[in-house]
């Protein structure tokens, strides 16, 4: 997993909980990095990979007491004859706050992974008759930042819940969200420093 003698693999863990109707506002975990930057000293880290896994230890779900594994596809499917509906989870890493989820995509400067989950369905007329379509969408550094993304800040963990109206499964459930990077010890130059001191005041 790692990829140098150097690497270091940093973990942490983000809980949040979801409205009584299973929404989330984008809200923000910090992953605190000190122990491996520093400014004065020209001390950063160059991320290497990330990794998102989204769990439900507290059976939010009430279908995972035994694994705490967290499924979009859990959502109901008690929706009106002739009817859309869709929910969608976004997760991301990022060392800028964007004040809105919507903002964030992989063009979007200081965006280090990305993953979303959209379940979509349509309730025919007849009995039974149920579309249900998934997607995830999962946008991962080692992509878009091969070489690796030098940082000299903490880094943020967003996570952003649109449900549909007829989707209670997670209502007022407490999740999580871990996170693990890979990253290697460096030295930062000076353009890179003014570079990355911009960046860090975006936090």
Same mark, same amino acid.
């Given at each position: 997993?790692?990829?140098? !003698?150097?690497?270091?693999?940093?973990?942490?863990?983000?809980?949040?909980?979801?409205?009584?109707?299973?929404?989330?506002?984008?809200?923000?975990?910090?992953?605190?990095?000190?122990?491996? $930057?520093?400014?004065?000293?020209? !001390?950063?880290?160059?991320? !290497?990979?990330?990794?998102?896994?989204?769990?439900?230890?507290?059976?939010?779900?009430?279908? $995972?007491?035994?694994?705490?594994?967290?499924?979009?596809?859990?959502?109901?499917?008690?929706?009106?004859?002739?009817?859309?509906?869709?929910?969608?989870?976004?997760?991301?890493?990022?060392?800028?706050?964007?004040?809105?989820?919507?903002?964030?995509?992989?063009?979007?400067?200081?965006?280090?992974?990305?993953?979303?989950? $959209?379940?979509?369905?349509?309730?025919?007329?007849?009995?039974?008759?149920?579309?249900?379509?998934?997607?995830?969408?999962?946008?991962?550094?080692?992509?878009?930042?091969?070489?690796?993304?030098?940082? $000299?800040?903490?880094?943020?963990?967003?996570?952003?819940?649109?449900?549909?109206?007829?989707?209670?499964?997670?209502?007022?459930?407490?999740?999580?969200?871990?996170?693990?990077?890979?990253?290697?010890?460096?030295?930062?130059?000076?353009?890179?420093?003014?570079?990355?001191?911009?960046?860090?005041?975006?936090?």
């Amino acid at each position: 997993m790692a990829k140098a !003698k150097s690497d270091v693999i940093l973990r942490d863990r983000l809980q949040f909980t979801l409205t009584s109707d299973a929404d989330l506002s984008l809200v923000y975990g910090r992953i605190d990095l000190s122990d491996y $930057v520093n400014v004065v000293e020209r !001390k950063g880290l160059l991320i !290497k990979d990330v990794f998102i896994q989204p769990r439900d230890p507290n059976n939010g779900s009430g279908e $995972v007491a035994n694994t705490g594994i967290w499924s979009v596809l859990f959502s109901d499917a008690e929706d009106d004859a002739g009817k859309d509906t869709q929910t969608c989870w976004k997760f991301f890493v990022s060392s800028r706050a964007y004040e809105s989820a919507a903002d964030v995509g992989i063009a979007s400067p200081d965006v280090l992974h990305i993953e979303e989950y $959209v379940i979509s369905r349509y309730r025919g007329s007849e009995p039974g008759a149920l579309v249900e379509g998934f997607y995830r969408g999962n946008y991962p550094m080692r992509d878009y930042h091969p070489g690796g993304y030098p940082v $000299v800040s903490d880094l943020l963990v967003g996570v952003a819940v649109d449900a549909a109206d007829t989707d209670s499964e997670f209502d007022s459930a407490t999740l999580e969200v871990d996170i693990m990077l890979i990253a290697e010890p460096t030295t930062i130059t000076q353009k890179d420093m003014t570079q990355l001191l911009t960046q860090a005041q975006d936090l």
